[in-house]
C-alpha cells in the first residue's frame, strides 16, 4: 500500500505540469475560434422580410440576409443568378419570341444544390407558389411585370416556364432583383395573402443567415446558416440588427465602434466620416437616385389637369424658367457637400444614357420667360400677379407651397430653403412644408397627398432600380397613371406621344430601345413633366475593420452579405 503523501505530491508534480505547458509554444494548445460579429444600425424596425410590400430598403436589408430571389444585380447593373442555374437568353434557347403574336416565353433552370434551413429541397414547387401568392385575387399583391405574364408552367422539379402575353424586356428580375424572393411552399400560408402571412415575419432560409430572434423595437439576430449553398460562406458567425432612431446616436457608435455598418448615410454624416480613421464610406457606382421638383398639372387636389389646370405649373413656359433660375452647382456644393452631380435628363445612366444639353443657368431668361407668359410684378413687391397668365384669375399672385419630406435629414431641407431663395428672386413666392413620407407617398384611401393631388410643388429624390426604366417609365409617365391607384404619375402628365414611346421600349431589340427611350428623353426636356436637379448620394458607412461592404444603388448594402469579412 503506498504513503499517504504520494497523492498530494502527485497533484503537485501534475500542477506543474501544466504550468510548464503553459509556457510551451501555442501550437500545443487547442484554439477556440473567435466568433465573429456584424453590428448593423437601422433607425425602425423593418416592416416584414417582403419589401414589395413596404418597400422602406429596411425590409430589403433583411430579406437579403435569409432569403434569395431566381436573381441579383449587383452595382454595375449585371443580373447574375441566384437560385436559377443560369441567366436565360435567346442564345441559350432559354427565351423564345413569337414575333407575329408579340409574346415570349422564358425558361428558368433552378439549380440543384438549395436547400431551406429546416432541411427540405428548394424546388419549382415553391417558384410556383411564390407567384401564385403574389398573384392571388384575393390575397395577392401588384408587382412590376405582373400584367404581361399569362401563365407559370411547372416543367419538371428543377424547371419552371413563364408564358408572356407582351414582350417584356424585364424578364431577367421577374423574381428577383431588388425586392423578390422566392418563398417556401410547405412553410408559408396562401390563405394568410403574400402581404400578410406569418412567413413574412418568421422566414424559412435560402440565403446565408438565419433569423434566430426578433425584439421589436431594440435588435434582431441572425446567425450563420450551416446549410447555405456556397461552401465557406458567410464568413461572418452572426449579424445583429439594432433599432436606433436617431442619426446622431447612429453616427456616435459608428465613430466609437459599437455598430458597424449605417446603412444609407446622408451626404453630411458622410462627410464627417471620412475625416475618421476607423469609418471608412462606401459610395455607390452609379446613382441612381436624382433629386427633382415635380410640379404639379392639375389644380391643388384635383385630378384631371385639362378641366382644372394647376393655376401656375400647368404652363410649360413657367416649368422651363423654374428650371433656368435654379444654379444646381450651388445645391450641390452647399446642400449636398459636393457628393452630387448635376442631372437634367431621366436618362442619365448607361446602358441608355441619351445626348440630351445641360440646361442654362440664367436667371434673367427665366424672369424673361416669366414676362412672356403673362406673369408681371406691377407692384414691385417682389413677387408676380396673373395679368395675361393661361390659368389663374387676373390679379392672382405667383404663390405656390413647396413640399419635401423630412426624413432625408439636412441636406434636403437646405437644398429646399435654397430653392425657393433662387425662385423668389425670378418671383414665384414658396412656402415651405414639410411632410411625412409615409403620408406623401400613401395611397389615395389613406390621403396620400401625392396621389390625391394635394400639392402644389414637391421636391424628392426618386429613380429606377437595374438598368431597366421601361417599368419605371410607365409607372411615372404614361397618362393612364395619372389616375391614382394606377401608378405613381401624380404630376398628372398625359402625352399620347410619350405613352407610345413608352411602350415601344417594351422589345428585346436594344437598338429599337435606345432609339425610344432617347426620343423620349428629348420630348421629357421639353416638357418637363418633373425637374431633374441633381443625383442623391447612395452610400453606405462601415466599420474599417470590415472587408467586401461595397454600396449598390440597384440593392441595398446587404446584397453581397454573404462575401462580407472581418479582418483579423
Known amino acids: 500500500m503506498p504513503p499517504k503523501v ?62 434569395l430571389g431566381l436573381t441579383g444585380i ?56 411564390t407567384w401564385q401568392a403574389i398573384t392571388d385575387p384575393v390575397n395577392g399583391l401588384w408587382v412590376r411585370g405582373i400584367d404581361a405574364v399569362d401563365s407559370l408552367e411547372k416543367v419538371d422539379s428543377q424547371t419552371v416556364i413563364f408564358h408572356y402575353n407582351s414582350i417584356y424586356p424585364s424578364y431577367l428580375t421577374q423574381l428577383g432583383g431588388e425586392q423578390l424572393a422566392i418563398w417556401p411552399v410547405h412553410y408559408c400560408k396562401i390563405e394568410q395573402g403574400f402581404a400578410a402571412w406569418d412567413c413574412g415575419r418568421q422566414p424559412l432560409s435560402t440565403g446565408p443567415f438565419v433569423l434566430k430572434e426578433w425584439a421589436s ?22 449579424v445583429i440588427i439594432k433599432i436606433v432612431p436617431d442619426d446622431a446616436v447612429m453616427k456616435q457608435m459608428m465613430l466609437k465602434g459599437d455598430a458597424d455598418i449605417f446603412m444609407w448615410v446622408s451626404e453630411t454624416i458622410a462627410a464627417e466620416f471620412q475625416k475618421s480613421e476607423n469609418v471608412k464610406v462606401s459610395l455607390a457606382a452609379d446613382n441612381r437616385w436624382a433629386l427633382r421638383l415635380w410640379p404639379n398639372r392639375a389644380a391643388r387636389g384635383e385630378i384631371d389637369p385639362l378641366a382644372h389646370p394647376h393655376p401656375i405649373f400647368a404652363d410649360p413656359q413657367v416649368r422651363q424658367a423654374i428650371r433656368m433660375a435654379i444654379d444646381v452647382d450651388t445645391l450641390i456644393q452647399t446642400a449636398f457637400q459636393g457628393f452630387s452631380q448635376p442631372v437634367w435628363t431621366e436618362f442619365h445612366r448607361a446602358p441608355y444614357a441619351c445626348d440630351i444639353a445641360r440646361p442654362e443657368y440664367n436667371p434673367q ?17 417682389g413677387v408676380r400677379e396673373c395679368r395675361a397668365c393661361q390659368n389663374a384669375a387676373p390679379g ?124 423620349l428623353a428629348q420630348l421629357f426636356d421639353q416638357d418637363l413633366p418633373n425637374i431633374p436637379l441633381v443625383s442623391i448620394i447612395n452610400a453606405d458607412a462601415y466599420n474599417a475593420r470590415l472587408e467586401n461592404i461595397i454600396s449598390n444603388s440597384n440593392d441595398v448594402v446587404t446584397w453581397n452579405v454573404a462575401d462580407w469579412q472581418v479582418r483579423k
Open 217 to 238: 423595437g431594440e435588435r434582431m439576430i441572425f446567425t450563420r446558416n450551416e446549410k447555405y449553398f456556397q461552401p465557406g460562406k458567410p464568413a461572418i458567425d452572426e
Open 365 to 381: 431668361k427665366a424672369a424673361a420667360l416669366l414676362e412672356a407668359a403673362g406673369w408681371q410684378d406691377s407692384d414691385g413687391d
Open 6 to 67: 504520494a497523492a498530494p505530491l502527485a497533484l503537485t508534480f501534475a500542477l506543474l505540469a501544466s504550468l510548464l505547458a503553459g509556457c510551451g509554444p501555442a501550437a500545443s494548445q487547442t484554439a477556440i475560434p473567435s466568433k465573429t460579429s456584424v453590428t448593423i444600425v437601422i433607425p425602425e424596425d423593418p416592416p416584414s422580410f417582403n419589401p414589395s410590400v413596404g418597400d422602406t430598403g429596411y425590409d430589403a436589408l433583411v430579406l437579403n440576409l435569409v432569403m
Open 74 to 129: 449587383d452595382p454595375q447593373g449585371n443580373i447574375y443568378p441566384e437560385l436559377a442555374a443560369e441567366l436565360p437568353t435567346r442564345e441559350n434557347g432559354l427565351v423564345t419570341v413569337d414575333e407575329s403574336a408579340g409574346t415570349m416565353s422564358v425558361t428558368w433552370k433552378l439549380r440543384t444544390d438549395i436547400v431551406w434551413s429546416d432541411g427540405v429541397p428548394f424546388s419549382a414547387d415553391d417558384v410556383v407558389f
Open 396 to 519: 392672382a399672385l405667383m404663390q405656390a407651397e413647396l413640399a419635401t419630406y423630412p426624413e432625408y435629414g439636412e441636406p434636403m431641407l437646405l437644398a429646399q430653403q435654397l430653392i425657393a431663395e433662387m425662385l423668389k428672386k425670378i418671383g414665384l413666392d414658396l412656402n415651405l412644408v414639410t411632410v411625412e413620407g409615409s403620408l406623401m407617398w400613401a395611397d389615395l384611401a389613406s390621403g396620400g397627398t401625392e396621389q390625391s393631388g394635394n400639392y402644389d410643388l414637391d421636391l424628392v429624390d426618386d429613380g429606377y432600380s437595374g438598368i431597366d426604366p421601361s417599368d419605371f417609365l410607365t409607372e411615372i409617365y404614361t397618362s393612364s397613371a395619372s389616375q391614382p391607384g394606377n401608378g405613381m404619375n401624380f404630376v398628372r402628365y398625359q402625352n399620347a406621344d410619350a405613352d407610345a414611346l413608352i411602350q415601344q421600349t417594351y422589345s428585346l431589340d436594344e437598338s429599337q430601345r435606345k432609339t425610344a427611350f432617347c426620343q
